[in-house]
């Protein structure tokens, strides 16, 4: 069963950093064609992707608003999916989803979601 | 970056109702349109992937249709689990994009 968990919300003052961690179990982060993605959710709006990772060089995609701040990556070893955030602005306030893409952008499977709040 | 629109915003439907919702692209996307359905403080859910596709354990009165700029999610026999939002998402290029989602709510 593909099960992915995400951990490392938390209150952060503007211009501050956070890291954020996907575990993902039931599958390999080295499948080919398979993309992890990064999705978040500002209070009562709707969803924004921010970031993908994957194919079997592990090739980076970002939204034009993350760029530059925050970077994905990833830990085959650990099943680990990152997304460090860098300089963080009130606009990243947001419910953070870990996505598994089936095949590159299709997100058939969804972490609980990790809550990032960025404010003084 | 490619622009997407739902619509309506919202609707009001009862139990056992067909429901209609259209997503529209600002430029062509072939079939690379997937729809989610989100309820109140659980993750999105994926409904239907490239325009048409059911994923396994989706109830079969889910259904997509559509094409290049054009496409439709379809309920068909509204059932009460059915209430929540629901988007739109292309996967045809990146940055990827999401419609701005439509509620569905009990009349």
């Known amino acids: 069963e593909v099960q992915l968990l995400e951990s490392g919300g938390d209150l952060v003052q503007p211009g501050g950093s956070l890291r954020l961690s996907c575990a993902v179990s039931?599958?390999?982060?080295?499948?080919?064609?398979?993309?992890m993605s990064w999705v978040r959710q500002a209070p009562g709006k709707g969803l924004e992707w921010v970031s993908g990772?994957?194919?079997?060089?592990?090739?980076?995609y970002y939204t034009d608003s993350v760029m530059g701040r925050f970077t994905i990556s990833r830990d085959t070893s650990k099943n680990t999916v990152y997304l460090q955030m860098n300089n963080l602005r009130a606009e990243d306030t947001a419910i953070y989803y870990c996505?598994?893409?089936?095949?590159?952008?299709?997100?058939?499977?969804w972490g609980q979601g990790t809550l990032v709040i960025v404010s003084s | 970056d490619i622009q997407m629109t739902q619509s309506p915003s919202s609707l009001s439907a009862s139990v056992g109702d067909r429901v209609s919702i259209s997503c529209r692209t600002s430029?062509?996307?072939?079939?690379?349109l997937n729809w989610y359905q989100q309820k109140p403080g659980k993750a999105p859910k994926l409904l239907i992937y490239?325009?048409?596709s059911l994923p396994s354990g989706v109830p079969s009165r889910f259904s997509g249709s559509g094409s290049g700029a054009a496409f439709t999610l379809t309920i068909s026999n509204l059932q009460p689990e059915d209430f929540a939002t629901y988007f739109c998402?292309?996967?045809?290029?990146?940055?990827?994009?999401f419609g701005p989602g439509t509620r569905v709510d009990i009349k």
């Open positions: 998402q292309q996967s045809y290029r990146t940055p990827i994009t």
């Open positions: 039931g599958f390999t982060l080295t499948n080919y064609a398979m993309i």
């Open positions: 990772i994957g194919d079997a060089t592990g090739s980076t």
């Open positions: 996505a598994k893409g089936q095949s590159a952008w299709d997100f058939h499977s």
């Open positions: 490239r325009a048409s």
């Open positions: 430029q062509s996307i072939t079939t690379s």
